[in-house]
C-alpha cells in the first residue's frame, strides 16, 4: 500500500514541475539584455558571476550571436570580417581565450608599407636591422620613443582599472571610469591625438604618416580624434596582435553558453517603464526574428548592449519615462572592409609586382579613397594560396578599408583580376572629436547602457570593460552597496575566480 501511495506521489511531482518552475522564476530577479554581441555576452556572464543562480537573464538579439565578431567565407574558407585583432595586454580578452582553451592565431609580422599621395613613403623590408634602420633614418627616434610614451602615459594607467573591477568598484559615467584610471585620461578627451603627440614632442612626420596610418587603418579617421582612441589606436599596430584561431566570435558565443542566458532571437523595440510607488520594472516589446511576431516580457533590470545609432538598426523607442532616453545619439563611422579573391593591381599601390608587394599598406592622406590594405589568412592561420595544389596571384584573398562603398571603376584601380568580391558595411564605431559627449551607463534606475563606453574607445576589451563596469552596477544598486559606486577604495589583491 505504502509502496502505492509512493508511486502515485511520484507521477504527481513529475507531472507537474512546471509551476514550481514558474515560482521559482518569479521569484528571481528578472535582467534583460538587448544585444548579444561582446557587450551583451560578457555582461550576461558577469552578472551570473555576481549574482549566482538568483537572477534569470535573457538575451535579447535580431541576428547571431557575436555581434561585430563574425566571418565571412571566401571560396569555403572563412575569414574575420569584424574586430580581428586582440592586444597581448588585453587582459580579459587573454583570460577568456585561455579559460576557454582556444589557441591564439598569431598576427603574422609581414612586410608593410606607408602610402601617401606622392606614392610610397616607406617600406619595411624582411632584414629587421635594415627595417630600423630605415625607419630611423625617416623619423629618428621617434620610432623608440613612441613604445617608451604608451607604456609610461597610458598602459601602465590603464591597467588599474582591472583591480578596480576585481574589488567589485562601479563607475557611473564613462568620464567616472576614466578618472578612475587617471585624472589625465579624461584630458585625452578633451584634446586631439595630434596636439597630444605634439606636445609630447614628437615629429610632423611622424604624426603625419606613422600615426595616421595607423588611424586610419583603425578607424578610418584621422589625428584630429581625441587623444585617448588616439593612443588606443597606436596600441593597434604594435607586435603581438593576436585573434583566436577559428574566429574571434567564438568568444562572445562561449561567454552567452557560461552565462545560462536565455537567448531570445528577436529585436527589442520598446522599453516600457513600468513604475508602482517606489518599484521599477520595465516592459520590453520585441519582434521575433523567425515570424516578425510581437511579444512582451517584464523585467527588474534592463541593460542595453548594443550601441545606440542614427539609423533604424537598434532604434529602441523609450516610453513612459519622464525624460528623453537616450539624452543624445551618437554618430557612427562608416566603414566598409572590401574582400576580394583575386590578383592586386601592384602598380596602384606603388609596386611593380607580386615579389615586391606587402602584407600590408596604411594610406596617410584622406584624399586618398582606400584607407589600407591586407592580404589575408584565414581564422585557422593559413593563407588561401595554399588550398589549392597549383595556386596562382587569383587565389589571393585581400581586405580593403574604404570609408565609402566604392565604384566599379575604383575597385579596377585596386585588383587586376577577381574571382570574388565580398562587402562588409559596417556601422563600426563613433566618429571621435575632442570634447565630444562621453555618456553615462546609468540611463534610469536599473536601466544601464554598456556601449557608453564606446565614446572613449571602441574594442572588443573596452566592450568587456564596459560590461564588467554595468554588470558590477546592477549588482551595487540592487544590494545597496554604495560604498562601491563612484568610489576608489581598493582593499586587496585582485581575485581570481573561476565560473
Not at 574558407?77 to 586582440?86: F, L, M, R, T
Not at 557608453?452 to 570593460?465: G, K, Q
Request: proline share 3%.
Amino acid at each position: 500500500m505504502w509502496r502505492s501511495i509512493v508511486y502515485i506521489l511520484l507521477i504527481f511531482s513529475m507531472a507537474y514541475p512546471s509551476i514550481q518552475d514558474e515560482e521559482d522564476d518569479h521569484e528571481a530577479t528578472r535582467i534583460g539584455i538587448i544585444g548579444g554581441g561582446i557587450s551583451g555576452t560578457s555582461t550576461a556572464y558577469y552578472l551570473r558571476k555576481l549574482f549566482g543562480d538568483g537572477i534569470k537573464i535573457d538575451l535579447f538579439e535580431s541576428e547571431r550571436v557575436g555581434g561585430r565578431l563574425a566571418n565571412i567565407n571566401i571560396d569555403g574558407v572563412e575569414y574575420e570580417a569584424g574586430g580581428s585583432i586582440i592586444h597581448p595586454k588585453n587582459k580579459y580578452m587573454v583570460e577568456f581565450a585561455k579559460q576557454f582553451g582556444y589557441e591564439q592565431r598569431t598576427s603574422t609580422d609581414g612586410r608593410m608599407a606607408l602610402y601617401g599621395n606622392s606614392g610610397v613613403l616607406i617600406e619595411s623590408c624582411s632584414w629587421n636591422l635594415v627595417t630600423m634602420a630605415k625607419f630611423l633614418w625617416r623619423y629618428g627616434f621617434d620610432v623608440l620613443n613612441i613604445e617608451t610614451f604608451l607604456k609610461e602615459t597610458f598602459f601602465d594607467k590603464f591597467d588599474r582599472i582591472y583591480n578596480l573591477q576585481d574589488e567589485g568598484l562601479a563607475f557611473t559615467t564613462v568620464e567616472e571610469l576614466l578618472r578612475a584610471m587617471d585624472e589625465s585620461f579624461v584630458n585625452f578627451t578633451r584634446i586631439t591625438l595630434q596636439t597630444l603627440l605634439e606636445e609630447k614632442g614628437f615629429s610632423e612626420r611622424f604624426i603625419n604618416e606613422i600615426a595616421m596610418g595607423a588611424l586610419r587603418t583603425n578607424y578610418g579617421q584621422t589625428t584630429n580624434v581625441h587623444a585617448f582612441v588616439g593612443a588606443v589606436s597606436l596600441a593597434g599596430v604594435e607586435k603581438g596582435l593576436w585573434a583566436v584561431k577559428g574566429g574571434n566570435y567564438q568568444i562572445p558565443e562561449r561567454l552567452w553558453k557560461k552565462s545560462k542566458a536565455t537567448l531570445i532571437n528577436a529585436e527589442v523595440t520598446q522599453v516600457i517603464l513600468q513604475k508602482d510607488s517606489s518599484d521599477v520594472s520595465y516592459e520590453l516589446n520585441y519582434k521575433n526574428t523567425a515570424d516578425g511576431k510581437t511579444n512582451s516580457r517584464e523585467y527588474d533590470i534592463v541593460i542595453v548592449a548594443a550601441p545606440f545609432r542614427n539609423s533604424e538598426k537598434n532604434k529602441i523607442e523609450f516610453v513612459d519615462f519622464p525624460t528623453e532616453i537616450p539624452s543624445s545619439v551618437t554618430d557612427f563611422h562608416r566603414t566598409i572592409a572590401l574582400f576580394v579573391q583575386g590578383t592586386p593591381n601592384y602598380t596602384t599601390y606603388g609596386f611593380n609586382s607580386a615579389a615586391d608587394f606587402p602584407e600590408s599598406i596604411l594610406t596617410t592622406n584622406e584624399s586618398i579613397f582606400w584607407n589600407s590594405y591586407g592580404k589575408q589568412s584565414s581564422v585557422s592561420g593559413k593563407k588561401h594560396l595554399e588550398k589549392n595544389k597549383d595556386p596562382t596571384e587569383d587565389d589571393i584573398v585581400s581586405k580593403i578599408f574604404l570609408n565609402k562603398v566604392p565604384t566599379e571603376k575604383q575597385v579596377q584601380l585596386l585588383f587586376q583580376t577577381r574571382k570574388e568580391l565580398r562587402l562588409v558595411d559596417w556601422l563600426a564605431y563613433p566618429e571621435y572629436k575632442p570634447n565630444m559627449e562621453l555618456p553615462a551607463f546609468v540611463l534610469y534606475d536599473q536601466l544601464y547602457y554598456v556601449n557608453a563606453i564606446e565614446s572613449a574607445a571602441s574594442a572588443m576589451e573596452m566592450d568587456v570593460i564596459g560590461a564588467r563596469n554595468v554588470a558590477n552596477l546592477a549588482y551595487n544598486h540592487w544590494n545597496n552597496i554604495f560604498d562601491k559606486v563612484d568610489e576608489i577604495n581598493i582593499k586587496s589583491e585582485p581575485k581570481k575566480e573561476e565560473l
